[in-house]
């Protein structure tokens, strides 16, 4: 993980990407994000081997931010806080 001080077990939303293919995982994560409060946490599971990538652009280039992201048993975790 990331940030140590952010508990992966915390969150408000969870979007299961796993099996998706890029652009598949970024545009339902847009499309949940869409559906949140702002503040809300989004947890994201995809297994798309550019997903570190392009969540970390993705979120590089929009008002959410990155609380964390991890790799674990060939998964991609990511937990986004939704922005303004």
Known sequence: MTNSATDP???DHDLDARGLNCPLPI???KRELNRLNAGEVLRVRATDPHAEIDFLAFTEKTSHRMAAHWQQDGEYHFLIEKGR
């Open 9 to 11: 077990t915390v969150f």
């Open 27 to 29: 545009l339902q994560t």
